[in-house]
């Protein structure tokens, strides 16, 4: 390759990363908002408390069902067009929102809900996009950089949730929604700019084009999926019903609440300073064992109390593991297919992650109704126990050897 055409190349990617980053601030100030909110304006709308996070849970379930249509549409019209189409499906969504909130209609709120759980299936490729800006031995590194926006979102996410509750008179929150769509038209616009560069991805068999059963089977494949899986499934869980047990049933302010949330938004992608390094040097297997154990830490203080202290470390170290977790099955997700087998691979790994998460959501408002807080901490132990025994069963694979000395 000529160095003027690597040059080129290479500002593009360097391009793209920085519009990535700057779009996953946007999408993660949107996600914080309905997941801060979802459940409270839930239970103000409904009179049956098991039903109040079902806006929430139905965002997760749009977001799974949309999983595989969002691959086939990117495959066909390119990564950039496919995010703008998506962000502007997230306008219309908060703009229903504040319709519902006007008309006080919980059913509008919850189809406003789903509606912004299409662009959600969407957010998620970002990290693909990323990996496929950089060669192979940078994967790790670039899908830890991309997920870095989201640490602004962190911090202005929360921030609307609480201050635009009354920037519309006599309608809590409608301020709020309106904001996140001026937020997602800005992003159609950004993503305009995405350029369709892929840097050579492939570290053997470029040309491989298996059948899916074949992709599919790969052990190293199973538990890529399983640790993503369990983490994105489990975070859901517990970060879904983290507002509706602080603020609903033991009383704690929206403030309060909150920055609980900040801090475990927190926890969740400040790691990323870090975690693609220490994938590269320590190894994706064992990266993610650690973030096993580190949701296992969310179980026993969660179970301790439920002080703000003990939600805050709960929340805290569950967007650490997940961190790990996510990162390190994205990561060693990427090894195991060709970039002709990309799409296909990413579509399987998208929905087993996100359906998971779908019913992991829908099951918390439920879960907190029948059983409370500390039952719920109980649940993810052994799920996390058997991802750790897999994670060890591939830890020498020769498909992680050969990735991980590119």
Known sequence: MRPSRFITIARVQKANLILLVVCQLISATGSIVMVTLGGIIGATLTDNPAWSTLPVSMMVVAMAATTVPATALMRAIGRGKGFAAASLSAVVAALLAAQALSAASFSLFVVAAAMFGINMAFTQQYRYAAAESVPVRYTARAISFVLLGAIGGAFIGPELAVRGQNWVADVPYAGTMYAVAVLYFLQAFIFLRLKGVEAPHDFANPQSDRPLGEIVMQRVFLVAVLGATAGFG?????????????????????????????????????????????????GVARMMFIGALILLVTSIVGMQGQTVLHYWWALVSLGVGWNFLYVGGTTMLTYTYSMAERFRAQAVNEFLVFGTAATASLLAGSVMHYFGWIRLMLIPMPILVFVCLALLFVRRDPVLRTAENM
């Open 234 to 282: 489990l975070m859901t869980l517990i970060m879904t019903a983290t507002p509706l047990s602080m603020h609903i049933n033991d009383g704690y302010s929206l403030q309060q609440t909150a920055s609980v949330i900040r801090g475990h938004v927190l926890g969740m992608y400040l790691p990323s300073l870090i975690s693609g390094f220490l994938i590269e040097r320590l």
